[in-house]
T-cell receptor, first 114, second 111 residues
Framework: NAGVTQTPKFRVLKTGQSMTLLCAQD?????MYWYRQDPGMGLRLIHY???????AKGEVPDGYNVSRLKKQNFLLGLESAAPSQTSVYFC?????????????FGDGTRLSIL | RKEVEQDPGPFNVPEGATVAFNCTYS??????FFWYRQDCRKEPKLLMS???SGNEDGRFTAQLNRASQYISLLIRDSKLSDSATYLC????????????FGSGTRLSIRP
């Protein structure tokens, strides 16, 4: 049972480059989330989705875009990477609203922007 | 003031000891509370939900104190495998975006 799978696991980009992080879940969860985790800080919500075809902004959405064309996939895009986006990115999913249901996390993507 | 605050630690305790740490939250209307565990360079995993009446799961006990706006986690008979960072998670309201993670408390169990 794969659960939540993130690709890639690691990536190094140059400032200004673009890339897409892929999150896939096989649990038929409605809700999906993208977080970033920086040293000394809690996970911060970037964007989230409450179902196929929907997306919404979280706490720190600037510089990122997302798409949820299929229920099982949630893509996070960086159009023009900046050093401030160096972080560990986690995708998560939950059956319904994560306020009442546990979130299942992928094992993260470590992204460095030079 | 942060919306969810945790003592970063590290808490360094001997195997077999009992250890407890708290997490304070600023929004008195917060609705749901959780403890997650995160191992070094790994993803967070749900440890337990925190109910108003408190709850226990084996060696772990979670309590909620709404009057003082904090939740606590107690670990009894600590094991080496309990070494991890413990994240406090608070849901502020019914919106899916209002889930706030604390920055975590690092626990290290020594032999």
């Amino acid at each position: 049972n794969a659960g939540v799978t993130q690709t890639p696991k690691f990536r190094v980009l140059k400032t200004g480059q673009s890339m897409t992080l892929l999150c896939a879940q096989d649990m038929n969860h409605e809700y999906m989330y993208w977080y970033r985790q920086d040293p000394g800080m809690g996970l911060r919500l970037i964007h989230y989705s409450v179902g196929e075809g929907t997306t919404a902004k979280g706490e720190v959405p600037d510089g990122y875009n997302v798409s949820r064309l299929k229920k099982q996939n949630f893509l996070l895009g960086l159009e023009s990477a900046a050093p401030s986006q160096t972080s560990v990115y986690f995708c998560a999913s939950s059956i319904r609203d994560a306020g009442s249901q546990p979130q299942h996390f992928g094992d993260g993507t470590r992204l460095s922007i030079l | 003031r942060k919306e969810v605050e945790q003592d970063p630690g590290p808490f360094n305790v001997p195997e077999g000891a009992t250890v407890a740490f708290n997490c304070t939250y600023s929004n008195s209307a917060s609705q749901s509370f959780f403890w997650y565990r995160q191992d070094c360079r790994k993803e967070p995993k749900l440890l337990m939900s925190v109910y108003s009446s408190g709850n226990e799961d084996g060696r772990f006990t979670a309590q909620l104190n709404r009057a003082s706006q904090y939740i606590s986690l107690l670990i009894r008979d600590s094991k080496l495998s309990d070494s991890a960072t413990y994240l406090c998670v608070v849901r502020k309201d019914s919106s899916a975006s209002k889930i706030i993670f604390g920055s975590g408390t690092r626990l290290s169990i020594r032999p």
